[in-house]
């Protein structure tokens, strides 16, 4: 999130799409119904169902699965037709004054693709995706060498204020979205015309006349990440906020809900394989050394001339040094390029769906499964389950007996199939949540400790335990018996009070980071001796002096002590800042990018949510909240407040290789849909998505019979695949079910309470159907169809309290291997099914 | 349950006064239930059968997200859900509402009841089954306008909210209240809780498109001791039956009323004649006209 | 049935088998028993005859029970007795009269049979008032145990129950002042099943006569 929970109770609307968090993260929803309680904010909700979250709502649309990019283009032309938009804060905080390079084409010039589209490698060429400008190494003026350098931002961009130019940001967003009409939107999303219309009105009426006091939020979740254009939804509603001035500000931003308590921390702590703890980028093969390195992945800035950009990323190298010390310690030194060859190159894509996929094909020999239910959690589980069929080895560490180190019971596998099955499995018990301390990061990137409230039963373990022993036993390995190359796994650092159990705020304090040397700050004089724990990343030098593992982290686990252990419920701006609570990142900044909360002159937009503001008399940045700026930069040297990008703006277009599939998001098809994409029928699908080619990996169209529309979710009442362990929750909702529309279940015959037989191309799922009027069958484009909805909870591994109700199948049968090419996260929502009585 | 520090102030089937009654300075509590913010996570359901330590029991899928039909022995507190489509404009509604005692201030279960101390009101109001005096006859379920008190068939002793007297009675609010995320359940006294409900309803009627929001507090029972804020107040019924205008049934008004004191009288007044017609008329046949009627020969 | 008890004594004859006899007091123990049960439910005035009758839970339990043993000796008496309880022309005239059967001047009657007019009312007044009894005495008696429950049926049930019972009770009351206080001899009949000739010549004149006319020996 930009903001986080609580600071919902400052929105004054709420565009909540792609994320039920009624459903899904209760006590989170405290606060927007605290907003509509205290300052009768507003609810949108968009959803396939009516949901939880809807019955509290506002308003309420029915939107067909997987096409929200849709409906955010349409309410962005909306913006843009009616003058709902910040002007002010649209020229001078976001780029869409900056003029792109004039061979940049869009799709609907382009055939639905745009510039640079390589269909024999679905590919892009991005150097036309880029700002015309001077300097920065720009591709269209190599500098020497035989292969060409990677294109680069220009130094200094061209710009018009006025936002005139038919190639300025603005003229394309508006060219682009153009297409997106009120009559487009209901042909791809089935939401009728007015009630659309009821939608963008109400959401962009926080900018009638101007106005800027108000502040909007947008909430999503994996409804929205889970398709194969994910972080272009996600981009679309960023685009949206900048355009109507809510980023940085109160009760406004684009605010990701996780799935579990400390998603955020994983994500933080390096959870996918292209980046390093702090969103670090992986070095690849082509980094030769450190240098090389850091020269790819630090940006320089790019901006118009007259503007000022912080360009914090400039400081990336900062941080990979202190993340190597702390990796490798006194072994990492400037001379060796603080062991830079240590760390592993990624060499291609190591993403979840392909880890599976190289199981399957025989490159993945083994699996250690912590915290997660791969079976399960699928794509398309019967994939994963004839993946583990192939393995040799599979440890599994849980608190239950679950449905992964089951695989071999899986329905549909016989007596004989299983004595062909030769795969180790080892079961490991695990502590459960109760039962070990350590920190959560939560959605809101709040670190919070918790400590632990009981023992650990049995043969338990703790999972660090397990971890660490088999560390030490690979390092005796390779002590004894040498190999290829030990010197990374010899040198690592281990300096814990209990090698064989590390205690888990020592890991914490070694993640914050300390000074190597005695420090100073030559402006404030300030003082940090050898050893001492680092009050926070300003400290991070690249010279090997200061040792830290999550840049982003640093200031967490300072001198005074556990920064996360802090349970101070004060709030004296009564913005629900809290900061003596817990500790946030970055910098226990509680709101992302709050110098956009003030106009160009450093005032707030809204004078009763003042977070941050100039002080003119002591010339710098002060507020309630920690400034996510340059403290000292004055207003008039025009710094921009997206101090992570390059621009020092937020970005309305994504130059270059931001994202795999475009500058700007456009409307894809899922990767099956009920109809041709009605903006270019012949480029249905987002072009950059590969599909997978093992027997398992099939994908379906309406030809085949699939018609019907299906989405997967979660309830309340249950959790992931975990609760159904527990009778309390077995009894809140004692049996799978499947949401079928009234309408639906009336042309089959089918009454609420009777089984229904859902397939798709690569499996079926068994379930009672709940016949309700919460979902309606749509017109698309000119189409009718179906929608139904699976909770995903249920598996073939249950209690005595459930026995012979579950159906024992797992609904991820039915997803298909398919990924986000940005953040490789697989489509679960919106494919296509067909649907039977059982 | 037995509650040593909260004063009764109305017991059932009780013969003379009733010691806690108009001895006490006491605020009536009350719970405030905001149906417009209810999202149904049944919360409030899981905390009421950890608190009061309730066993599992057997459920079956009913086409609903709602747990069970109807409340239970076991399962005090239950959300109701139910799909409803307005009638202005066509929109859906979901509507979701955490059903338990009412805690009427005139508890028709109470007056129903004919065993002495199994139903005590205490003074502030909460209702409550003390089920070491209940005897199992049911009458209880036949007084309740809500369909609450509910017979557990193994020990014969009826079952329902007790607004965790025994929470309450050490200062703490119940124990759905504590464990509702979205602040839609509201803990205070009757006084306080009116203010906050009708403050909701006066909001729901300016601000939202709810004309008809009001407050749910029942006279016909007293006023209840939960209260609702819904968003349609003309319509009661739409959220899972609940009454519009709910009464102590009349059967057992008439029962407890006029026919209990037309059949005392009637009792009283038949021994009385009987007596009389004795002395007036004596018997059918003085005894020396009698042949010895039964003696051995 | 012993030897002894087949004697009748001179000028007496019998009236109630020892079926009739047995029946009758199986109906009366229980009777009473619900009655006093009953009334303890009824009002918060009586409830300590529950207790001392072995405690309200138990009585709770109990009663439904001893209502079926009551109904089941009233419908015994139905069987029995149902064919002579109709009612008649002279029932008719009975009633017409029965200002001076409750002022004790019986010689201005008509005839009545082996069962006069009252007591045929009482009969069936019982009887229909068990009926009542043991249908919402059934409704009440598991309440919610079964899927089919219903609170209406309930509710009703609890009235009728009560109605019914005051019903009884007053006729109950009537019964007993005629048994053991107004017709000396009938308590009596209903003990050793024989009453005196006079006594039948007084009050069932009608009977006495068809009985004359049989065997002057009938079986006890």
């Known amino acids: 999130m930009t903001n986080g929970w609580v600071d919902m109770k400052n929105t004054d609307m709420m565009l909540i799409m792609g994320g039920n968090p009624a459903e899904n993260h209760p006590c989170g929803f405290k606060w927007p119904v605290e907003a509509k309680r205290t300052r009768n904010a507003k609810i949108i909700s968009v959803d396939p169902r009516f949901t939880r979250t809807s019955a509290v709502a506002d308003l309420f649309c029915q939107i067909r699965a997987g096409t929200d990019i849709a409906f955010l283009g349409g309410v962005i032309r909306y913006a843009i037709e009616n003058s709902r938009i910040a002007k002010d804060y649209l020229v001078n905080y976001t780029n869409a004054a900056f003029i792109v390079k004039g061979d940049f084409k869009m799709p609907a010039d382009t055939d639905g693709v745009f510039s640079g589209f390589d269909a024999k490698s679905q590919s892009y060429d991005k150097s036309t995706w880029n700002y015309a400008g001077t300097g920065g190494g720009d591709a269209t003026h190599p500098v020497g060498g035989s292969a060409p350098p990677a294109p680069k931002l220009p130094e200094k961009v061209e710009f018009d204020l006025s936002l005139q130019n038919p190639n300025c940001v603005f003229q394309l967003l508006r060219k682009h979205y153009s297409r997106y009409t009120p009559e487009m939107v209901e042909r791809i999303t089935g939401i009728p015309k007015e009630q659309f219309l009821k939608a963008a009105e109400l959401y962009t009426s926080i900018r009638k006349d101007g106005d800027m006091k108000k502040a909007g939020t947008i909430i999503y979740a994996v409804g929205w990440t889970q398709h194969s254009f994910g972080t272009q939804i996600i981009r679309t509603a960023a685009m949206l906020q900048l355009l109507l001035g809510n980023v940085g500000r109160a009760g406004g931003g684009v605010n990701a809900l996780r799935g579990h308590s400390n998603i955020q921390g994983a994500t933080d702590m390096a959870g996918i394989f292209d980046n390093l703890p702090g969103y670090l980028k992986v070095p690849t093969p082509a980094d030769t050394s450190f240098d090389s390195w850091m020269k790819r992945i630090t940006p320089t800035s790019s901006k118009p001339a007259p503007w000022d950009s912080f360009n914090y990323w400039g400081n990336t190298p900062k941080f990979a040094a202190s993340y190597l010390k702390a990796l490798f310690g006194d072994a990492a030194t400037k001379q060796n390029g603080f062991a830079f060859d240590y760390l592993p190159k990624v060499d291609r894509n190591y993403s979840w769906v392909q880890m599976w996929d190289n199981m399957y094909n025989g490159v993945v020999k083994g699996m250690l499964a912590f915290g997660m239910n791969g079976v399960a959690i699928g794509p398309d589980s019967k994939k994963n389950i004839d993946a583990l069929k192939k393995a040799d080895w599979l440890v599994v560490g849980e608190i239950y007996p679950d449905e992964t180190s089951e695989f071999w019971k899986s329905p549909g596998i016989t007596q004989d199939e299983m004595k062909q099955i030769q795969t180790t499995v080892y079961r490991l018990p695990c502590a459960g949540f109760a039962e070990k301390d350590g920190s959560f990061t939560n959605s809101a990137r709040w670190l919070l400790w918790k400590n632990t409230a009981l023992p650990t039963p049995g043969d338990a373990r703790l999972d660090q335990a397990i971890v660490a022993q088999i560390f030490l036993k690979v390092r005796e390995l390779y002590k004894k018996e040498g190999g290829k190359f030990p010197a990374p796994i010899l040198n690592l650092t281990w300096n814990y009070s209990n090698p064989s159990s590390p205690p888990l705020a020592e890991v914490l304090k070694e993640v914050n980071g300390k000074a190597l040397a005695d420090l100073e700050d030559p402006a404030t004089k300030q003082q940090i001796k050898t050893g001492q724990q680092l009050p926070g990343f300003a400290w991070l030098k690249d010279d090997g002096t200061t040792s830290c593992g999550n840049w982003i982290y640093c200031g967490s686990f300072t001198e005074a002590g556990n920064q996360t252990a802090r349970r101070d419920p004060s709030d004296p701006s009564n913005l629900g800042l809290h900061p003596g609570w817990g500790w946030s990142w970055p910098a226990n900044r509680r709101v992302l990018y709050n110098r956009a909360s003030c106009d160009a002159d450093g005032k707030p937009w809204d004078p009763t949510r003042r977070q941050v503001w100039w002080n003119e008399s002591t010339q710098k940045w002060v507020g309630n909240d920690v400034p996510d700026f340059k403290v000292d930069s004055k207003p008039k040297d025009h710094m921009g407040p997206f101090i992570m990008n390059p621009e020092g703006v937020g970005r309305i277009f994504a130059p270059l290789g931001a994202f795999a599939d475009g500058p700007f998001p456009e409307h894809y098809e899922p990767i099956e849909s009920p109809i041709d994409n009605p903006l270019h029928p012949a480029q249905t699908h987002n072009p950059v998505v590969k599909r997978y080619k093992t027997p398992d990996d099939k994908y379906a169209t309406p030809k085949d019979g699939y018609t019907v529309v299906c989405t997967t979710y979660r309830l309340t009442e249950l959790y992931h695949y975990w609760t159904k362990n527990n009778p309390m929750n077995v009894q809140l909702v004692p049996e799978p079910f499947v949401e079928i529309s009234a309408e639906m279940a009336d042309e089959m015959g089918l009454r609420g309470g009777e089984k229904v037989k859902v397939s798709s191309i690569r499996g079926e799922y068994i379930a009672k159907a709940m016949v309700t009027k919460r979902i309606k069958s749509m017109m698309i484009d000119g189409k009718k169809v179906y929608q139904i909805g699976i909770p995903i909870h249920q598996g073939y591994r249950g209690i005595k309290e459930d026995e012979g109700k579950d159906a024992r199948t797992l609904v991820n049968l039915l997803t298909p291997t398919v990924f986000d090419p940005n953040a490789y996260t697989p489509e679960f929502k919106g494919f296509l099914v067909k649907l039977e009585r059982a | 349950m037995s509650q040593a520090t909260l004063r009764v102030q109305k017991i059932s089937g009780h013969a003379g006064t009733v010691p806690g009654e108009g001895t006490q300075r006491e605020y009536t509590v009350c719970k405030l239930i905001d149906t417009t913010t209810c999202i149904g996570c049944k919360a409030c359901e899981v905390a009421c059968m950890e608190w009061n330590d309730l066993p599992f029991g057997e459920t079956v899928f009913d086409n609903t997200y709602q747990t069970m039909p109807e409340t239970r022995w076991n399962y005090w507190n239950l959300i109701l859900f139910n799909e409803h489509v307005r009638e202005d ?160 049934p009349w059967t057992v008004k008439l029962w407890k009323g006029p026919l209990k004191w037309l059949g005392n009288v009637a009792m009283v007044g038949g021994l009385i004649g009987l007596f009389v017609h004795y002395l007036r008329y004596g018997p059918k046949a003085r005894e020396e006209e009698d042949i010895n009627p039964g003696g051995k020969p | 049935m012993s030897t002894s008890e087949q004697i009748i004594p001179h000028g007496h004859v019998l009236r109630y088998t020892l079926k009739e006899r047995l029946t009758h007091w199986v109906a009366a123990v229980a009777y009473i028993y619900l009655l006093m049960t009953g009334l303890a439910f009824w009002s918060p005035w009586l409830f300590w005859v529950a207790v001392i009758l072995g405690g309200a839970p138990v009585s709770r339990m109990l009663h439904p029970w001893a209502g079926l043993i009551f109904f089941a000796a009233v419908w015994n008496m139905y069987v029995m007795w149902a064919p002579q309880m109709k009612h008649t022309d002279v029932d008719k005239a009975w009633w017409k009269a029965v200002r001076y059967y409750s002022t004790n001047q019986d010689d201005k009657m008509p005839p009545a049979g082996r069962y006069n007019a009252g007591q045929k009312f009482l009969f069936w007044g019982f009887f229909w008032g068990s009926l009542l009894l043991l249908l919402s005495g059934v409704v009440m008696w598991s309440p919610q145990y079964f899927a089919w429950h219903s609170l209406i049926a309930m509710r009703i049930a609890v009235l009728v129950h009560a109605s019914a019972a005051l019903f009884t009770i007053g006729l109950f009351l009537i019964h007993i002042y005629m048994g053991v206080f107004a017709e000396r001899g009938a308590l009596s009949s209903v003990i050793h099943g024989d009453v005196s000739i006079a006594f039948a010549k007084r009050y069932h004149p009608g009977w006495y006569k068809e009985i004359v006319g049989q065997s002057s020996t009938p079986r006890k």
Not at chain 2, 178 to 190: A, E, V
Request: contains cysteine; neutral net charge.
């Open chain 2, 89 to 248: 404009d066509g929109s859906l509604m979901w509507l979701m509402r955490k059903n338990q005692c009412m805690h009427c201030a005139e508890p028709g279960c109470l007056a129903a009841c004919p065993a002495d101390g199994a139903i005590v009101q205490y003074t502030n109001g909460i209702v409550d089954f003390q089920q070491a005096n209940c005897i199992g006859c049911g009458y209880c379920i036949t007084g309740c306008p809500f369909d609450i008190p509910k017979m557990n068939p193994k020990t014969h002793r009826v079952f329902k909210c007790t607004l965790c007297a025994d929470r309450v009675s050490e200062g703490l609010e119940p124990a759905c209240i504590k464990s509702c995320p979205t602040g839609c359940l509201h803990f205070g006294s009757k006084e306080d809780m009116k203010f906050l409900a009708e403050g909701r309803a006066k909001q729901l009627r300016e601000h939202s498109n709810h004309p008809n929001a009001g407050v749910y507090d029942p006279p016909g029972v007293g006023g209840t001791g939960v209260i609702y804020v819904l968003h349609d107040a003309t319509k009661p019924e739409i959220y899972g039956g609940l009454p519009k205008d709910p009464h102590v």
